[in-house]
């Protein structure tokens, strides 16, 4: 096929070609390829539950009790109880009536907004949206207009300008930004909510585990989960596990039951994997401490890199390192793998021109000393670097 070979050879020219790499282990902070081992800071197991001893067990167990698959979707014969006192579960974590579960965040993201969004209604979203929040919009028909990142500014002028035409009016955002790692000013937009007559839906992908005093998120941790209409966040990051969640009204969650295509026309997931979600809602309640320290770790890593004079942004587990230039980028990359550090460079499109980074998912595992060394081997090579570009 022509299409396929010019694709591809355009992708290999200009080096973004995309290529599956297999890692023969991973887990606790570690990762193993080609028989080296590296501090893995690219993964999102940001609390290192996913090698938690009683998320196994409960997982085994599930096997031993349960058949392997759900078998069917949930509206024919996939359901189980285990389904409902993980809903209830969840549905009490977040604050909300009502919870249902996804099979992955990107199945929950389509199935949200291509069923509560409509033609004829707008969905506001931050330009920095996941790309499952974006499909689940072009699914829906509705008209969507982009913020620029977390300018409160442009998100109020066109709600002023634009708000009238059209029936109802979604506001969407991350509560923690998956490439930099900052938050939204949530109660800003929380406030154009009464005030223009719209709904908002957070994505808690990579806050859920990590913020609030029970873990349960960044709406948790600002205190106005009233005013979030739409609560969705996934098991497969800081919990570990896999899977995802809606938490929201009883009446939301039952129209999502009936229209949501993506929950609907899937097959449950396993009760092994049902198992392990609820065992990781137990390990958030019971180790806090996990989530203390790598914000903790967090904090540290960030100032340190500050007072050497780097851009680093974020406020939280996630920090990147503004590096500017796309080969720069690739070239600090590499070096600090040979030094024994897995971490990986993104570059434009996925940022913009000029913003090319390093970005650190910090876990648990990392200790002082690791991120010190880190640092260490930073300061040495970016110094180096200049020279070899
Ligand atoms: C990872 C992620 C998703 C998708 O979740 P999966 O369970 O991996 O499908 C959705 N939204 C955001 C912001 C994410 O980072």
């Given at each position: 096929m022509e299409v396929i070979d010019s694709f591809l050879s355009e992708r290999e020219q200009k080096n973004l070609l995309r290529r599956l790499k297999p890692a023969q282990s991973r887990g606790d902070g570690k990762i193993c390829f080609e028989g080296n081992s590296y501090f893995d800071f690219s993964s999102n197991d940001y609390l290192n539950i996913s090698t938690h001893k009683k998320m196994k067990k409960a997982a085994k167990d599930a096997i031993d009790a349960f058949p392997v698959s759900a078998s069917a979707s949930r509206l024919l014969s996939g359901d189980l109880d285990l389904f409902h006192i993980l809903e209830d579960r969840v549905a009490r974590f977040k604050g909300k009536e009502k919870a249902l579960v996804f099979n992955s965040g990107y199945q929950a993201n389509c199935g949200i907004m291509g069923s509560l969004c409509e033609r004829g209604d707008i969905v506001i979203c931050d330009r920095l949206s996941h790309a499952s929040i974006l499909d689940g919009i072009q699914l829906s028909g509705a008209k969507l207009f982009r913020y620029r990142h977390n300018d409160i500014g442009h998100l109020g002028g066109f709600l002023k300008r634009e708000r009238s035409n059209y029936k109802e009016c979604f506001i969407v955002t991350e509560t923690v930004f998956s490439m930099d790692g900052d938050k939204p000013p949530l109660r800003e937009i929380a406030a154009l909510r009464l005030k223009y007559g719209c709904r908002i839906i957070v994505d808690e992908a990579h806050a859920t585990g990590i913020f609030g005093a029970n873990g349960s998120g960044v709406v948790e941790e600002e205190g106005i989960t009233d005013e979030i209409d739409v609560i969705m966040g996934t098991f497969?990051?800081?919990?570990?596990s896999f899977g995802a969640y809606v938490a929201s009204s009883r009446k939301t969650i039952d129209y999502l039951v009936n229209r949501a295509r993506s929950f609907i026309y899937s097959t449950a997931l396993p009760p092994s994997v049902i198992a392990a979600d609820l065992t990781a809602l137990d390990i958030i309640k019971e180790e806090p401490y996990r989530r203390r320290s790598l914000l903790d770790n967090s904090d540290f890593f960030r100032k340190r890199l500050a007072e050497r004079g780097f851009d680093v942004r974020g406020a939280s587990q996630i920090v990147p390192l503004i590096l500017g230039d796309p080969s720069r980028a690739m070239v600090v990359s590499d070096i600090l793998k040979e030094r024994g550090f897995w971490v990986l460079p993104v570059r434009p499109p996925t940022v913009p021109q000029g913003e090319s980074r390093l970005r650190f998912s910090l876990n648990y595992s990392h200790g002082k000393e690791t991120i010190e060394d880190l640092i260490d081997e930073i300061c040495e090579i970016v110094g180096r670097s200049e020279s070899r570009l």
């Amino acid at each position: 096929m022509e299409v396929i070979d010019s694709f591809l050879s355009e992708r290999e020219q200009k080096n973004l070609l995309r290529r599956l790499k297999p890692a023969q282990s991973r887990g606790d902070g570690k990762i193993c390829f080609e028989g080296n081992s590296y501090f893995d800071f690219s993964s999102n197991d940001y609390l290192n539950i996913s090698t938690h001893k009683k998320m196994k067990k409960a997982a085994k167990d599930a096997i031993d009790a349960f058949p392997v698959s759900a078998s069917a979707s949930r509206l024919l014969s996939g359901d189980l109880d285990l389904f409902h006192i993980l809903e209830d579960r969840v549905a009490r974590f977040k604050g909300k009536e009502k919870a249902l579960v996804f099979n992955s965040g990107y199945q929950a993201n389509c199935g949200i907004m291509g069923s509560l969004c409509e033609r004829g209604d707008i969905v506001i979203c931050d330009r920095l949206s996941h790309a499952s929040i974006l499909d689940g919009i072009q699914l829906s028909g509705a008209k969507l207009f982009r913020y620029r990142h977390n300018d409160i500014g442009h998100l109020g002028g066109f709600l002023k300008r634009e708000r009238s035409n059209y029936k109802e009016c979604f506001i969407v955002t991350e509560t923690v930004f998956s490439m930099d790692g900052d938050k939204p000013p949530l109660r800003e937009i929380a406030a154009l909510r009464l005030k223009y007559g719209c709904r908002i839906i957070v994505d808690e992908a990579h806050a859920t585990g990590i913020f609030g005093a029970n873990g349960s998120g960044v709406v948790e941790e600002e205190g106005i989960t009233d005013e979030i209409d739409v609560i969705m966040g996934t098991f497969s990051k800081a919990l570990g596990s896999f899977g995802a969640y809606v938490a929201s009204s009883r009446k939301t969650i039952d129209y999502l039951v009936n229209r949501a295509r993506s929950f609907i026309y899937s097959t449950a997931l396993p009760p092994s994997v049902i198992a392990a979600d609820l065992t990781a809602l137990d390990i958030i309640k019971e180790e806090p401490y996990r989530r203390r320290s790598l914000l903790d770790n967090s904090d540290f890593f960030r100032k340190r890199l500050a007072e050497r004079g780097f851009d680093v942004r974020g406020a939280s587990q996630i920090v990147p390192l503004i590096l500017g230039d796309p080969s720069r980028a690739m070239v600090v990359s590499d070096i600090l793998k040979e030094r024994g550090f897995w971490v990986l460079p993104v570059r434009p499109p996925t940022v913009p021109q000029g913003e090319s980074r390093l970005r650190f998912s910090l876990n648990y595992s990392h200790g002082k000393e690791t991120i010190e060394d880190l640092i260490d081997e930073i300061c040495e090579i970016v110094g180096r670097s200049e020279s070899r570009l």
